[in-house]
Each structure stands twice: as C-alpha cells, then as structure tokens.
C-alpha cells in the first residue's frame, strides 16, 4: 500500500514539472524502469494534455549503474537528486548530491573540474545539460587512475620517440657517409681540374641538390675544356696571321719615295690582322708604275691575293716593258689561278712616262683617282678630275679576259690621288660613313694648306 501510495506521489510530481517544463523523467523507486511525463500544448490552454508512461530503460542501467573507472550520474539539476547512478560503492559520504553541489557552483549548461571528496581523494568530473526537462549528466573518475594512463602514454610515447630518433640517427649517419662520399668525389674532381686535367668527370647519380652540384661539375669541366681548345686555336690563329700581317708589310713599299719628276707618298692602315687592300710603286726604264688594288673580304685569303699582284709587280718591274692593259692581264691570270674563282679584285694600274707627262692607266671596276692640275689654290668639287674614262670587269671573274686602258697628259704640279674603297666606307664612332664628299672636301683642305 505504501508503495502505490509511493508510485502515486512520484506521477503526481512528474505531471506537476512537465505542466511546468514540458518534460519530466524519473527512475521508477521499485525498478529499472523510467517514469517519462511529456506536456501536449501550451501550459496557458486549459486544454492542454501531459501524457505519463513507463517505460524499461535497461540502456539507462547499465550506462548509469554500472561501475568502472568513470562513474556517471543522471541527477535533476534543482535538487541534486540522483535519477540513475551506481547502485553501490564510493566513498562514503561523497555522493551525486554532493558532487552536484560542488559542480553547480558553475552558472553554466556544461562544465568540468577538479573535486576532492572528503576523504581528500582528488576526481575530475564534467556535466551537461541532458536537454530534457531537469536534468544533467555528471561524470566523474579518480584524478590518479585517469593521470596513470596519461604516464602509460608518455612512457609510451617516450620509447617510440627514442625508437624514431635512433632510427634517425642511423639514417643520418648513412646518409652523411654518402653525402661526404660524393663531395670528397668532387672535391678530388676539382683538385684535379686545378692541376690542369679537364677531362676528368663525377659520377651523377646521386639524387638532389649534390646530384645537381656534380652535374654543373661536370658540364663546367666540358666547358672549360671547350674554351680552352678554343682559346688554343684562337691563339694559334691569331699567331699566324700576326705572321702573315709581318710578312704582308713587306710587300708594300717605303711610304715616301722621289722617283725623278714624280714625287709619291702613300699610306696604308689595314682593317684587320691582314687586309685585302695593297698598293705599290716600281720603275722600268723611263716609266713609273703605280698599282692599287683591293680584294674582297679580309683575312688571310685576300693577303694571299696581294702577294700575287706582288709577284706580278716585280715581274713588270724586271722585265720588258709592257702596257698597262697587258700587264692588268697578267695580274688577272694569276688572281684567277690563286683564287680558282672564289675571290675577286678590284685593281687600278697607272704608268707615268717621266719624260712626256702621259700617264697610262687600266682600270678594273677600281675607285677611279682624282687628278688636281696644278694651279688651283681653292680647289673646289669640281675641280676635282675623275679618271673614269675606262673601266673593266674585276680581276678574278674570267681567266683569259681584255683589258682596255687610255691615257691622260700631266703637268709639272699636277697631283693624283689613288685610293681604296676602305678610305670612303670608313664610319665614325656613330656608325655613319665618311663617303665621298666628305672626301673631297678634305683633300680640298689639305691640298690648299699644301
């Protein structure tokens, strides 16, 4: 009787909280059970409906009943009064409701911290709102036994540590072995390029940054080998055309020479080591040759064509007398001989007859000379006579080729001046060419100042 009365005043209460909160739970006094009360409608309508059931919540017991290392509680948040907790065991004296007091000292719905029961045994504990009607979930475990596995983890976590950093260790170890392997490779390679052996190379296998390194060794080695063959072979090049500038410079003659009536001064400045551009003066008899010529490109092999207009010089120079139109032949022989074709010269051969004045010439496709008469002391532009009168293909283009040649009279004081495409084509540091009038202008200036 006792009992119902009991089970009568819990349902009374629940009704009474959930008409108040909507929802009410409580553990049935007699059982496992769960008493749940829910309200239908708003508790201002006099209509409303609170629904009460019992239902078996062995979840719930074996959650909240049960004891093991954490201990959990399902307690209502006004009183402190236990819905589901651990039938037996605890410390005495230091129960849910105790807890309860010590955790609701915090305004908040959840919340954790340290407890000690009076028996001065430390827990940590937490609780949250269970979001129904009341009540709240209060879990709590011995500060010592969750701390103990903590230093399990630790201890555990120290050993892996140690395993990690010898396993580290060991790799470094291999890897330093074979790090300094290589960089003392290089460094034997370098010593050995220093001692002058550019053939020696490294092994490029290893990966990364020391990989990288012995491949720029290597390609650095292979480069300097190629400079220096290439430095070899300029020097060696730039030794014989040296050679080939001094023997060149003997087959110009002296600067300055009085050759009875007829005076010549000439200069020559080369645009390269050896240049095409040549020039020269010889007698025969009674006759003055002059010669002036210029072969395509620079180097080497124009050098080599002046030194066959040389040859064919001395030929006329000790020989028979012969027109310019004839010798301008022999010249073309022996240029299309020397060049077989490859190469071209222009030419201009003029011989002067000291005792008459008449001055001979040929031209082939040559910078035809100025002639200034003798008297003119402002010479203008057009004072300035061109002997273009004749003018014939280049020597070198057809072997058995015929010259035309003509004949000016000259004077006491006239002057002529021979010259190469080199003197007009020149330009300044702005690269613009000199040219022709700039030329004349000063021959103009300077033959008026002499």
Known sequence: MK???????????????????????????SGMNIWLAARFGDSTDPKHVVALTLFEASELSQV????????????????????????????????P?????????????????????PG????????????????????????????????????????????????????????????????????????????GDFGV?????????????????NAMAAEVSRLLGETAEKARMENELATAKTVQETLFPAATAQLGNISIAGHYTPASECGGDWWYYCTNGDKVYIWIGDATGHGAPAALLTSAARAV????NYGPELPVGEALGILNRAICETSKGKMMMTFFLACIDKTTGEMT???????????????????????????????????????DRVFKETSIQLHAGDRVVFYTDGVVDVKNPEEKVWGERKFLKTLSTEMTAN
């Open 120 to 195: 001065a045994k430390a827990y940590l504990a937490s609780f949250v709102d269970a979001g129904i009607g009341d009540l709240v979930v209060v879990s709590m475990v011995d500060r010592q036994a969750a701390l103990q596995a903590v230093d399990v983890l630790l201890k555990k976590s120290f050993l892996f540590f140690l395993a990690c950093l010898s396993a580290t260790a060991i790799i470094a170890v291999l890897a330093a072995r074979g790090l300094t392997s290589t960089l003392s490779k290089l460094s034997d390679a370098t010593r050995k390029v220093a001692e």
């Open 313 to 316: 010089a001395s030929v006329i």
């Open 64 to 95: 909240f009943g049960d004891r093991g290392p954490y201990l959990s509680f399902l307690i209502r948040k006004e009183t402190g009064d236990p819905v589901f907790t651990a039938s037996e065991g605890g410390e005495a004296g230091w129960g």
């Open 3 to 29: 009992e119902a009365l009991g089970e009568q005043a819990l349902r009374n209460e629940l009704v009474m909280q959930a008409r108040e909160k909507g929802i009410a739970i409580r553990r049935n006094p």
């Open 201 to 217: 190379r490294v092994d490029e296998r290893g990966g990364g940054e020391i990989g990288a390194l012995a491949k720029s060794f």
């Open 361 to 399: 010439y040929a031209n082939a496709s040559h910078e035809a000379p100025y002639v200034l008469r003798n008297g003119i002391t402002d010479p203008g532009r057009g004072d300035f006579e061109n002997l273009n009168e004749v003018n014939n293909p280049r020597l070198g283009e057809q072997i």
């Open 97 to 117: 409701n105790q807890v309860w007091s010590e955790l609701s000292k915090n305004k908040t719905p959840e919340g954790i911290g340290e407890l000690k029961s």
